[in-house]
Structure formats: structure tokens, C-alpha cells
């Protein structure tokens, strides 16, 4: 051998102890980490277990709670709708309660518009009757002093009955006058010659005019009775008397025509019986 080539060396027992002792320790240590490790991994996995258990408890509470979230909402909802109704309703009726409450109150604005109008007139009317009524006093007075100039100026004839005598009417104006006197009633007459014709409750029948000489003669039947008028004269007074409890009746024949014609009228008491057929 070359005095260059190296000599192998040999380990000294320490060094070699020492070595062994070395790779002990890391492989203990190894250990130890390995199941240091391992014991965090399978807490780990425990843990991971653990959640995941969490998780689906979780998750079913989760869905329970979902559930009772939805019954409750659509109970909300169902409840709102409700009460939406229930509220559009109530305003709908208020609205009809106010729409007829303005009609009512322009109802009652119109009435009252209208009555303070009748009002008006009626107080208007009220003043024009007062004006009329004292207008009327006037021309009642004016006539009550006409009717009494009237009545004065007729003429008082004693009639055919002895001891009776009234006034009478010599043509309508004064007839019209001892009408609205008021003491008795009037019926007025035109006779043809041969003619009966009934006049109030009797009968008249003209048996004779002469138109020249202003005279007649006439028959009144009156209660199964005839009473002859003969002769007589224009405005006389010609008296019977008539009914069951005898009134006085008078005729009085105002003209005498050339046709044999007379006209005239018929006078009877107020209480005296009226013919049915015009009921007076």
C-alpha cells in the first residue's frame, strides 16, 4: 500500500453507544409525536364528529323551526286578510254612513231653503189676504149700505090678503136686492097662456093676459087647492097661504107680453118646504 491511502477508521464504542443512543431518543421521540399525533387527530375526529351530530340536530331543529315559521306566517297572513277585510268593509260602510249623512244634510239644507221659501209666500199671501180681507170689509160695508139704500127704495105693497103687506121687486135689479136680504126665497117664472107649469112646492097655471090693460089671470094649486088670481095688476102682491103648518106664499108677475106670456116670480118663507128637484 501507498504510504497516501487512508486507513479506515473505526468507531470507539462511545461514539458508537452514543450514536445508538441518539437514534433511540428520535425514535422515542418519534413516538411520543406520533402519538401525540395521532390522540389530537382522533380528538379532532371526535370533535368533527361531535359537530357534525350538532349539525343535524341543528338542521332538524332548523326545519322544525322552518315548519312552525310557515304555519305561523300563513296563520298571519290569514289573520291580515281578515282584518284587511274586515277593514275595507268598515270603510266602505263609513263611507256609505258619511255619503248619506251629506245627502240627508243637503236634503235637509233644500227642505229648509224650500220652507223659508213657503214661508216667505205664505207670509206674503198672509199680508195680501189682511190687504184683501180689509179690501173685503170695505165693499161688505159699502154693500151692506148699498143693499140698505136698496131695500129702502122699494116699494111696500099691501098684497090681496088683507092686512099683509111686503116689499116687492118690480123688475131683476130689485128682485136681485130682496135676494140677498135673505128673508126668504125666490123663484122665478114665465108663463104662456093655457100653460101649468110648477114653480117652487105648487103649481101655477096662466088662464088670461092682456097686454094692453097690463092684467091677468092666473091659477095657483097648491095642497090639493086651486086659488084663483083674477084680473089682477102688474106688481101686485098676490098672497096664499101653503104647506102643512101654512106659511104665506106671494106671486108676483112683473110683465105682461103681447104673446099671452107673463114673467114674474114666486116668494116663500125661509122655513117653507123646497122642491126635490133643485134641492133649495
Known amino acids: 500500500m501507498s504510504e497516501l491511502e487512508e486507513t479506515p477508521r473505526t468507531l470507539s464504542p462511545v461514539a458508537f453507544f452514543s450514536a445508538i443512543a441518539v ?3 428520535i425514535g422515542i421521540g418519534g413516538l411520543i409525536w406520533s402519538y401525540t399525533l395521532n390522540s389530537k387527530l382522533s380528538t379532532q375526529q371526535q370533535e368533527l364528529a361531535d359537530a357534525k351530530a350538532t349539525n343535524v340536530k341543528l ?73 184683501d180681507v180689509g179690501g173685503v170689509k170695505t165693499d161688505v160695508a159699502k154693500t151692506q149700505s148699498d143693499l140698505a139704500t136698496a131695500i129702502s127704495q122699494l116699494t111696500s105693497m099691501k098684497g090681496d090678503l088683507s092686512g099683509h103687506s111686503s116689499l116687492i121687486a118690480r123688475n131683476a135689479e130689485e128682485l136681485e136686492v130682496l135676494k140677498h136680504k135673505g128673508d126668504r126665497s125666490y123663484y122665478e117664472f114665465t108663463l104662456a097662456k093655457g100653460q101649468k107649469k110648477p114653480v117652487g112646492t105648487v103649481s101655477l097655471e096662466l088662464k088670461k093676459a092682456d097686454a094692453k090693460k097690463s092684467k091677468f089671470t092666473l091659477v095657483v094649486y097648491s095642497d090639493d087647492k086651486e086659488y ?29 107680453s103681447a104673446k099671452n106670456t107673463v114673467t114674474g116670480y114666486l116668494s116663500t118663507p125661509k122655513g117653507a118646504p123646497v122642491p126635490a128637484a133643485t134641492g133649495r
Open 23 to 25: 437514534a433511540i431518543l
Open 59 to 131: 338542521d332538524a331543529q332548523l326545519r322544525e323551526t322552518d315548519e312552525r315559521l310557515n304555519v305561523a306566517t300563513d296563520e298571519l297572513k290569514t289573520s291580515l286578510g281578515l282584518t284587511q277585510k274586515q277593514l275595507d268593509t268598515r270603510a266602505q260602510e263609513l263611507q256609505q254612513r258619511e255619503t248619506r249623512e251629506e245627502q240627508a244634510s243637503a236634503r235637509l239644507a233644500s227642505e229648509q231653503k224650500q220652507t223659508a221659501g213657503q214661508v216667505a209666500a205664505v207670509s206674503s199671501a198672509v199680508t195680501d189676504v189682511k190687504t
Open 228 to 256: 084663483e088670481k083674477k084680473d089682477r095688476n102688474l106688481n101686485e102682491p098676490l098672497q096664499f097661504y101653503s104647506g102643512k103648518d101654512p106659511q104665506l106664499f106671494e106671486i108676483v108677475v112683473n110683465s105682461v
